[in-house]
Nanobody, 125 residues
Framework: VQLQAFGGGLVQAGGSLRLSCAAS????????VGWFRQAPGKEREFVAV????????YYADSVKGRFTISRDNAKNAVYLQMNSLKPEDTAVYYC???????????????????WGQGTQVTVSS
C-alpha cells in the first residue's frame, strides 16, 4: 500500500481544512487508517483512526468534536475534516495504514506499516 497525504495549508484560528489520504492497492478497504501529527520538537501523536472492517472511528481527546475522519473505499481515500482549528493543531499531519491491527494498539504509531509523506498544517492566531 502506498499513501499520499495532501490538503494542508495555512489557516487562521477557527478555520477549517480537509486533509486527504490517497491510497493504492486493491485491498485498501480492509486496512485501518489513522492520522497522526508531529509538531516541531514533539513526539508524533495520534489524532484519529477509522477501522477497515467496520469503519468505526476513534479520536484523540484533543480533537474530539472538532475533527472528523471518514473513508471512501470506492476512491481508496481517507479524509480528515478539521474544524475550529487552534494554533496548537499546527503540525505535520501523516496518514498511516495497517492490516490486522487490534483496538488496544490503534493509537500507537508503531502499529502502522505504511505511511504517507506528511502535509503541513499551520494555524495562525
Amino acid at each position: 500500500v502506498q499513501l499520499q497525504a495532501f490538503g494542508g495549508g495555512l489557516v487562521q484560528a477557527g478555520g477549517s481544512l480537509r486533509l486527504s489520504c490517497a491510497a493504492s492497492g486493491r485491498t485498501f478497504r480492509s486496512y485501518t487508517v489513522g492520522w497522526f501529527r508531529q509538531a516541531p520538537g514533539k513526539e508524533r501523536e495520534f489524532v484519529a483512526v477509522v477501522r477497515g472492517s467496520t469503519s468505526l472511528t476513534y479520536y484523540a481527546d484533543s480533537v474530539k468534536g472538532r475533527f472528523t475522519i471518514s473513508r471512501d473505499n470506492a476512491k481508496n481515500a481517507v479524509y480528515l475534516q478539521m474544524n475550529s482549528l487552534k494554533p496548537e493543531d499546527t503540525a505535520v499531519y501523516y496518514c498511516a495504514a495497517a492490516s490486522g491491527i487490534i483496538m488496544s494498539t490503534m493509537r500507537l504509531a508503531s502499529s502502522y506499516d505504511y505511511w504517507g509523506q506528511g502535509t503541513q498544517v499551520t494555524v495562525s492566531s
